[in-house]
């Protein structure tokens, strides 16, 4: 049987196009419909990871403009030499440590110094200081416990953290108690 040689009848071609039109109204009612429904959907999303693409790329740009100024800064930052107290000096050393405290809203329960015992090898010039061991008993939050290490760290006269212990305070759990050992230099 030859295709070239099948004629059909009027009623037959018919037939075929009214399958075709329900084939293709079949197609465009339901199954084009639920795909323009899905890519519907996918728009706000699209439109949304955009924004947020924008987004990070915008901080990415900040980020790396940042760096590149607080590599420049840091190089320009001089480093100035901390200096180191004479023994009658150290109330006037507490007291500023108090000071501190009280500017990042601290409350020191106790304060007291200790002279420590001299047990590793002195190097070159050591041998004319004396280091001092400063206690603090401290209630304060977080927070205000960085800013106050870092007031003292960064202050002219040489104090470094030698250990602390964080508890926290029953009543305030928003508030700690903290034990707070520095230790600084003296000239003899």
């Known amino acids: 049987m030859n295709l070239t040689n099948i004629q059909l009848n009027k ?51 900040n980020m790396r403009s940042s ?8 190089q320009k930052k001089v480093m100035r030499p901390s200096r180191i107290l004479r023994e009658s000096q150290i109330s006037e ?5 108090s000071t501190a405290a009280n500017k990042f809203d601290i409350k020191i329960a106790q304060i007291r110094t200790n002279r420590q015992a001299q047990k590793e090898k002195l190097a070159i010039g050591q041998d004319k200081l004396n280091s001092i061991l400063i206690n603090l008993n401290l209630v304060c939050d977080y ?37 707070l050992a520095l230790k600084t230099y003296v000239s003899k």
């Open 11 to 61: 009623q037959n071609k018919i037939l075929i196009v009214i399958f075709f039109v329900l084939i293709i109204f079949v197609d465009t009612r339901y199954i084009l419909k639920g795909q323009r429904a899905g890519l519907s959907r996918l728009n706000p999303k699209i439109v949304k990871l955009k924004t947020d693409l924008a987004i990070l790329n915008a901080g990415l740009e």
């Open 143 to 179: 927070h205000n416990l960085g800013r106050f290490i870092q007031d003292l760290e960064n202050s002219p006269v040489f104090i470094g953290v030698q250990e602390w212990e964080i508890s926290t305070q029953l009543p305030d759990y928003m508030k700690q108690k903290v034990t």
């Open 67 to 74: 760096k590149s100024n607080l590599g420049g800064a840091t």
């Open 93 to 97: 050393l507490l007291q500023e440590i």
